[in-house]
């Protein structure tokens, strides 16, 4: 019974470092592939992606020059899954790896993968026949190095005249000028009536509308049709979906039993009922047509929608398919941790007073704006709806208190100021003669409400001068006191390397980014609002002096 208790024990020891143990040692670096395939309706089996590795998500310097070090690894750390390299370029630090998924299922929503690198002594281990599935009988990647080589199992060979594009939707592209290129007829691009078909490519044409044969093959061809893709076979055609110039977009066209469907961008396009002829042809390629093409993959299958959807959304320039990031737990491991983190690790007591004091002066210069904006908002919809009536007044100008309020405009509020100095001058038969003298007196009265509303309206935009002003000051003085701390701390320790500076400097800079990240929104806000007072202020001089006039027009002697 202890041997047992101690068996388990150790078990429970050894289980979060199996449950996080690595591939394989002898590979010093790996990054996590997450997968993201919410768009699709249902899981995609056997299927190629596309993973794009650069600067930003991958360490070129952790891997060989040419890649040959690559291995691709299931989710559960085990499995080695197949997969080749398009282009590696070190030097630029760029990548196409395509890898063939087992399944893609948008209900996993912590589905992914790891490549793995950092082995000098591994031989290369791409596979790029088994990438594709079985249905899988031609495709052309276009890259330089082998520009009319089919990628897949059948080795295929085009041949005609066409140029590269460099820097096109993955790594390079072929680059048509109204030429076509051909593929030999062969057992694996037969067409049968009983089989199933699928074309699939990413096109970006120079010009349209244009009369173009992206793919034929006996009696069937895929086409632009001026703007429209539309597919014939025989007699029978049909088109649908609007091709756009000068952008990249998937096309794609499956036909099985019984029913052709058209696709651009993944999004099905057009559908009829047509059935493939047996055929053994040769197979041309953008014969007139002007554009760019890549990717281009033919399969003895139809593919089912969410296939087309994978390849339209996993391939696209603006892909959301895979995200590749460093493995977290491997720079845990190694004791790292995020930039920020790093940063506010090492701030010291000083700049944390004062990013502190910044961030309440930034809390309250946006609780001004937002409630100066709000009142603005408030005013200028009241001052419309009060100017709109007193325009609309006649003989009744001393009664729009009774017929409507408006508690929110200030112009209402100055109309009510006068008509008290107004009413307090009526005669004891009730009769109203304004002379001269009181005109003025009741101006004065008026004039000096519109200086309180001014008041009212300029109340606390103070603070956010303070912070357009203060905030970068404060952020500065924070850094420098973080400088000569980092510095007076470097002097008693005499250690003058970068590792021991660059975190202080840092830390130091911090707080005047956080100065700037206060000044910068309340010098925004502070401009749109003093327009916009200054523009109501204005209005409310307007308003004083027509309202000054008409009384004295109605009620002067």
């Known amino acids: 019974m202890l041997r047992t208790t101690k068996f388990l024990m150790a078990a429970l020891l050894l289980l979060p470092a199996i449950s996080h143990a690595k591939w394989n040692e002898a590979w010093s670096a790996r990054a996590k592939v997450s997968i993201n395939a919410q768009g699709l309706g249902a899981a995609v089996a056997q299927a190629p992606v596309a993973v794009r590795l650069h600067s930003g998500n991958f360490s070129f310097a952790d891997a060989k020059p040419d890649g040959s070090d690559l291995r691709v690894i299931a989710a559960d750390d085990k499995t080695e899954l197949k997969f080749h390299i398009e282009k590696f370029d070190s030097i630029n630090e760029l990548a196409i790896i395509w890898v063939q998924l087992p399944k893609v299922d948008p209900a996993d929503k912590s589905a992914h993968f790891w490549i793995y690198s950092g082995n000098a002594q591994a031989a290369a281990a791409e596979d790029g026949k088994g990438t594709w599935?079985?249905?899988?009988v031609a495709a052309f990647h276009f890259d330089g190095a082998a520009l009319l080589q089919d990628a897949s199992v059948s080795k295929l060979t085009a041949t005609g005249s066409i140029s590269v594009q460099k820097a096109a939707l993955l790594g390079e592209a072929a680059k048509f000028s109204g030429q076509a290129i051909r593929i030999a007829a062969t057992p694996p691009l037969g067409l049968a009536a009983s089989g199933?078909?699928?074309?699939?490519?990413?096109?970006?044409?120079?010009?349209?509308?244009?009369?173009?044969?992206?793919?034929?093959?006996?009696?069937?061809?895929i086409k632009i049709d001026g703007q429209k893709l539309a597919l014939a076979s025989g007699k029978s055609i049909i088109s649908g979906g609007?091709?756009?110039?000068?952008?990249?977009?998937?096309v794609s066209a499956t036909v099985g039993d019984g029913k052709v469907t058209l696709y651009v961008n993944g999004v099905a396009a057009g559908a009829a009922d047509m059935?493939?002829?047996?055929?053994?042809?040769?197979?041309?390629?953008?014969?007139?047509?002007?554009?760019?093409?890549?990717?281009?993959?033919?399969?003895?299958?139809?593919?089912?929608?969410?296939?087309?959807?994978l390849a339209a959304q996993g391939q696209g320039v603006d892909s959301q398919l895979l995200k590749v990031e460093p493995d977290a737990a491997e720079g845990a491991e190694e004791g790292s941790t995020s930039y920020f983190g790093v940063l506010f690790h090492?701030?010291?007591?000083?700049?944390?007073?004062?990013?502190?004091?910044?961030?309440?002066m930034f809390v309250i210069s946006v609780a001004v704006m937002i409630s100066k904006a709000m009142m603005v908002i408030r005013v200028d919809k009241g001052n419309r709806h009060f100017i709109q009536h007193f325009q609309n007044a006649s003989d009744n100008l001393l009664d729009l208190e009774?017929?409507?309020?408006?508690?929110?405009?200030?112009?209402?509020?100055?109309?009510?100021?006068?008509?008290?100095?107004?009413?307090k001058r009526y005669s004891k038969d009730n009769e109203l003669a304004l002379s001269g003298a009181s005109m003025?007196?009741?101006k004065a009265a008026i004039d000096a409400d519109l200086i309180r509303e001014t008041q009212r309206l300029n109340a606390k935009m103070v603070l956010l001068t303070i912070a357009i002003s203060g905030g970068p000051f404060l952020g500065l003085l924070g850094t420098v006191v973080g400088v000569m701390i980092t510095f007076a701390a470097i002097a008693a320790a005499g250690d003058v390397n970068v590792n021991a500076i660059a975190p202080g400097i840092a830390a130091a800079l911090l707080a005047t980014v956080a100065g700037l990240a206060v000044a910068i929104p309340a010098l925004f806000g502070y401009n749109y609002l003093g327009s916009r007072i200054k523009n109501i202020t204005v209005d409310m001089q307007i308003f004083v002096d027509e309202y000054v006039t008409r009384a004295a027009e109605l009620y002067g002697r």
């Open 196 to 221: 199933g078909f699928t074309y699939s490519a990413w096109i970006k044409p120079g010009a349209l509308p244009q009369q173009a044969t992206l793919y034929q093959q006996g009696a069937l061809s």
């Open 242 to 250: 609007e091709i756009k110039t000068a952008i990249w977009q998937h």
């Open 133 to 136: 599935d079985s249905n899988t």
């Open 275 to 309: 059935a493939l002829e047996d055929t053994q042809a040769e197979v041309k390629v953008g014969e007139g047509y002007t554009g760019e093409m890549d990717e281009l993959e033919l399969a003895n299958a139809a593919r089912s929608a969410d296939w087309i959807k």
């Open 402 to 423: 009774k017929t409507a309020s408006h508690p929110d405009s200030t112009l209402f509020r100055l109309y009510v100021a006068g008509l008290r100095e107004i009413r």
């Open 440 to 442: 003025d007196a009741i």
């Open 346 to 360: 090492s701030l010291t007591t000083d700049a944390w007073v004062v990013i502190i004091i910044l961030s309440i």
